[in-house]
């Protein structure tokens, strides 16, 4: 067991854009307990997720790589079980890793090198299991209008899984100061949450502070036929070319009013760490797997890279070790996330990641300019896309945004000119050169055609395994049982 490490508090949400939270700069949330967390230590403005959607994004965060280096890259893939995770450098050391919530992870194995795990996913463990039940608000989860139709005032099942979250979370917290081994051995706990992921539906106490509060989209973009070609797919397979303004007002008003019932939720947490005397040696986290689009640019849900679908929020509090009320501006990735634990518990670093420390920027032996301000992320589907499949890569690099896409135009933003993304440059010969080199760098280790043909592969492995659910009905080791009547519209 290395000595005089913290205890780790890291909490993960899910679908939560960082525009949506006090400190970072929405004035109509109320985030009360992240604000203070934030205010304990460092907030990170352009952190940048993995993956677009949930699966792969939040295994690689768990594993320190990039999808096509895991080989996750849908909702649908399983990751290998001989894959070193988080959990296993944080066992390796000597620690004990919990997790406690989501983590959603595909197939049989529904640890990944955690010790416990006390509340389970929603989902069937097992592709081709029986799918949560739903109630009236099936198919409100998104992507489809259906989640925009069934918005508003109720309650989504979500919202009771990540309840019981919190009651396993603050029994974990209470009974661990009871142990012996809390005066030589700190707790290891991963929180994961389902909220704000839609259904865009929210409790009347939360729901009724929003009402007329929430504005429209910043960033209203009619839909034309000069979108780039993606865009404009996405736009008519996903029924959004023409959304109401109840509709938008609705589902944005439930997402603020889910955002607020998460930081209430996370601050019954941190009351208790409090409570127990254990927050001021916690090294606390808080990020989220993507965000959502919630209108800007006339798009709901994530699948874009778009600054408001691809980049996620992050708050480190570490009292003592990192400096509190600051701002960090780096360029940064998940997987740095996931090195920043890694090096803060004392554990090996996971082999083959590219994840950087993040406290090496408030190391005063290193120099701020060796920070390399780049971050990728990607999207490969073969189920969405308007040649039966879409292959995508996104690199941030310092103030340029480029977009690979397969068989279609790139696009290339300058966010520090242009931070909405209303213009791209891909078609201009000025930036030419800047062009060339970044769909160079995104292109350097990362391959189309390959990912394709393994994907081919793993779908023929996955329709064994689906039958194989289906008739074998195997049981579900880690399942959090959602009833219908959880789930409703007032």
């Known amino acids: 067991m290395p000595k005089n490490c913290p205890h780790l508090l890291y909490i993960h949400s899910d679908q939560h854009s960082p525009a949506v939270l006090g400190r970072y700069g929405d004035a109509v949330v109320n985030t009360p307990n992240l604000n203070r967390l934030a205010a304990s230590g460092v907030v990170f403005n352009n952190v940048y997720c993995p993956s677009l959607i949930c699966v792969p994004s939040r295994m690689s965060s768990l594993t320190g790589l990039h999808p096509f280096q895991n080989k996750v890259w849908t909702n649908c893939h399983m990751l290998r079980s001989d894959i070193p995770t988080l959990a296993h450098s944080l066992g390796a050391a000597g620690h ?19 010790a416990e795990r006390l509340v389970g996913d929603h989902g069937p463990n097992s592709i081709g299991g029986a799918s949560a039940d739903r109630g009236m608000l099936s198919g409100a989860q998104g992507p489809g209008k259906n989640s925009l139709r069934l918005s508003g005032e109720g309650q989504s099942g979500y919202e009771a899984h990540d309840e019981d979250v919190v009651s396993e979370t603050i029994s974990y917290l209470k009974s661990y100061t009871k142990k012996e081994m809390v005066k030589h051995e700190p707790f290891c706990l991963t929180v994961g949450f389902m909220l704000p992921h839609p259904p865009y539906v929210a409790r009347k106490q939360f729901y009724s502070r929003y009402v007329d509060k929430v504005s429209m989209p910043a960033v209203e973009e009619a839909f034309t036929d000069q979108c780039h070609s993606h865009i404009k797919w996405w736009h008519q397979t996903r029924d959004i070319m023409e959304v109401s303004k109840s509709e938008t007002i609705r589902a944005r008003t439930a997402y603020w009013a889910l955002v607020e019932e998460l930081d209430s939720m996370i601050g019954k947490i941190l009351h208790a760490l409090e409570s127990e005397s254990l927050l001021e040696n916690t090294l606390v986290i808080y990020t989220s797997d993507h965000g959502d689009m919630l209108g800007e640019h006339s798009l709901w849900w994530k699948h874009v890279f778009y600054e408001e679908s691809v980049k996620a929020p ?46 090496s920027l408030f190391d005063s032996a290193s120099p701020d300019d060796v920070w390399e301000d780049i971050a990728f992320s990607e999207y490969c589907s073969d189920e969405y896309g308007p040649s039966g499949g879409c ?43 800047t062009l060339r080199k970044l769909e160079e760098t995104v292109m350097a280790d990362w391959n189309p055609e390959m990912i394709k043909s393994e994907m081919k592969f793993m779908n023929r492995q996955g329709e064994m395994l689906e039958s194989w659910a289906k008739n074998v009905i195997p049981r579900d080791a880690y399942c959090w049982k959602m009833d219908s009547k959880m789930s409703y519209l007032s």
């Not at 004990?96 to 955690?114: E, F, K, N, T």
Request: charged share 20%; hydrophobic share 35%.
């Open 314 to 359: 992050l708050i480190i509090s570490w009292p003592g070790k990192l400096p509190r009320r600051k701002r960090c501006q780096h360029v940064v990735s998940s997987l740095d996330v996931t090195a920043t634990i890694l090096d803060a518990m004392q554990s090996p670093a996971l082999p083959g990641s590219i994840g950087r420390s993040l406290l």
């Open 96 to 114: 004990h890793p919990v997790l406690i919530g989501r983590m959603h992870s595909v197939g049989p194995d529904q640890l990944h090198g955690y």
């Open 391 to 433: 292959f995508q890569r996104m690199v941030r690099k310092d103030d340029w945004k480029f977009i690979y896409y397969d068989n279609q135009p790139p696009q290339l933003f300058n966010l520090k000119e242009d931070p909405h993304e209303f213009v791209d440059f891909s078609t201009d010969n000025e930036y030419s050169a």
